[in-house]
């Protein structure tokens, strides 16, 4: 028998080096480009850090303003991806809309040499694309576009087709910073794996968003959600965490391979929930969270992450659960450009082996003797 090591799921492997987030698990602590996420939520936007992850460093005051004019020339989704989208059935899943909708961009993106253009013309243009996909589930026709706003508030006013509310714009943008980058998470290796085949970024963006889909990943935002609303009432939070747990099932949004407390991007959010809630006149979701928080921690010591407040958050700015894994896909697209850019840069095809532990040396028996 082999005495090779075996890595379930390569946890606590290290692939390689990356200068793009750093995290400790310990401490709880978030670094994108050396910068701490906390403070790039308080005192950044979302541009910016887009800039950041792609770029390497902060921008100057011009070259900030170029990027965003250059995003501001790129957001415009083509009149064929739209058309394709305004066909999908509405009654499909949303992230198959998107995944298929990207593909579909890669056609008509006019630098098809440049990686780095066409990384910005991604990001620009995923409020929008995005938002087209919700319209169409909801069986709307899509928002003329507009080239003034904030890539979050882009993502408002092309959903709802009205004038995004500055502070929703603030909570929105803070979300998609917290979501911009997360080391080499399931989608990111997915990625960066395609990346490592030299594919087009296309491609391998493509493949980080396949991946996002899973309910272990990128789903999962939207299956706590549903947890909330099965929950319903605080009162009953308590009984449903017990009765899951001997049940051996798993409690969404609670618990991360990476961090052994609490996920830092969870106590930023838990803050603008609370602003969130007392605005909206709803604090049932907030209720209901701490029930959860206080039970869990009592039964298993574990806390939440990012997930448990992403859906509540999105619900109280209108949007359904099944928006919830298509607003990580836009937080994170900068994020998974970054790493797509950096494998290009120092690349060696990702090429891991498996342990075999099937059956040696079988002879092959003619079909005809096959009993």
């Known amino acids: 028998m082999s005495t090779t090591a075996i890595h379930r799921g390569l ?55 170029r990027f965003r004019q250059e995003l501001s020339n790129r957001c415009s989704v083509p009149t064929q991806v739209l058309n394709l989208v305004g066909g999908f059935p509405g009654d499909r899943n949303a992230m198959d809309m998107l995944r298929t909708a990207v593909s579909a961009l890669s056609l008509y993106d006019m630098a098809p040499n440049d990686p780095l253009k066409q990384s910005m013309s991604i990001v620009a243009k995923m409020p929008n694309l995005i938002s087209a996909v919700y319209r169409q589930k909801e069986g709307e026709w899509f928002v003329p576009l507009r080239k003034d706003l904030s890539l979050a508030a882009t993502f408002l006013y092309s959903s709802y087709g009205t004038e995004p509310n500055p502070q929703d714009v603030k909570v929105l943008d803070a979300l998609l910073i917290l979501h911009a980058d997360h080391e080499l998470n399931a989608s990111t290796f997915a990625g960066r794996v ?79 929930l609370e602003d969130l809630s007392k605005r909206k006149n709803n604090t049932l979701y907030l209720e209901i969270i701490d029930e ?64 075999y532990v099937g059956e040696m040396h079988r002879p092959y028996v003619p079909l005809e003797k096959r009993t």
């Not at 290290?14 to 995290?23: K, L, P, Q």
């Not at 899973?214 to 929950?231: D, K, R, S, T």
């Open 11 to 65: 946890e606590d492997v290290v692939t390689g080096e990356s200068r793009i987030c750093y995290i400790d698990g310990v401490k709880g602590t978030i670094l994108y480009r050396g910068y701490n996420v906390e403070e790039l939520v308080q005192k950044s936007n979302f541009e910016e850090v887009s800039y950041l992850l792609l770029y390497g460093g902060l921008p100057r005051k011009a070259e900030f303003e």
């Open 194 to 272: 395609a990346a490592s085949t030299l594919t087009d970024v296309y491609s391998a963006f493509i493949s980080a968003l396949g991946a996002l889909k899973g309910p272990l990943h990128g789903g999962a935002n939207e299956l706590a959600f549903q947890m909330l609303e099965e929950i319903g009432e605080p009162s009953r939070a308590e009984q449903y965490v017990l009765s899951r747990l001997a049940e051996k099932k798993k409690i969404m949004g609670f618990g991360h391979r990476v961090y052994k407390l609490q996920d830092p991007r969870a106590a930023v959010m838990r803050g603008y």
């Open 292 to 355: 959860l928080e206080r039970v869990m921690k009592k039964e298993k010591g574990l806390y939440s992450n990012l997930d448990l407040y992403t859906g509540s958050i999105l619900h109280l700015l209108g949007y359904p659960s099944y928006m919830d894994p298509l607003f990580f896909a836009l937080g994170r697209s900068p994020g998974w450009l970054a790493h797509i850019l950096e494998q290009y840069q120092d690349n060696k095809i990702i090429r891991p082996r498996a342990e």
